[in-house]
């Protein structure tokens, strides 16, 4: 049985930083491709980061510069630090494989609850 918790959520004003975890077990975390997604207010699903296998980590670019993304396969843990924070990245985060999406804005359900970030400004 697949099991995702994220963590590390919570409330900031603008500018400010917070770092996020993301916990999996269940399937071979070493073999799979994994991203960071959000669903803001508007419920519209964005793909934030994604960390293939090969290693590579891609950024939307609303976060470029801003987000680090990364892995530990040893830990089946997956990070998202994030600073420079705005009152758009408002938003609950999830990770999941990078296969959520399944039209513009539209993801399928998530496996774990997400963790709440709200940005004030």
């Known amino acids: 049985e697949v099991e995702v918790v994220e963590s590390g959520g919570g409330s900031v004003q603008a500018g400010g930083s917070l770092s996020l975890s993301c916990i999996v077990s269940?399937?071979?975390?070493?073999?799979?491709?994994m991203a960071w997604y959000r669903r803001g207010p508007d419920h519209r699903c964005e793909l934030v980061s994604s960390?293939?296998?090969?290693?590579?980590?891609t950024y939307a670019p609303s976060v470029e510069r801003r987000f680090t993304a990364s892995q530990d396969k040893a830990k089946n843990t997956m990070y998202l630090q994030m600073n420079a924070l705005k009152p758009e990245d408002t938003a609950t985060y999830y990770c999941?494989?990078?296969?959520?999406?399944?039209?513009?804005?539209?993801?399928?359900?998530?496996w774990g609850q997400g963790t709440q970030v709200t940005v004030s400004s």
């Open positions: 960390i293939q296998r090969s290693g590579s980590i």
């Open positions: 269940g399937f071979i975390f070493d073999d799979t491709a």
């Open positions: 999941a494989p990078p296969d959520r999406e399944v039209a513009p804005g539209v993801c399928r359900n998530f």
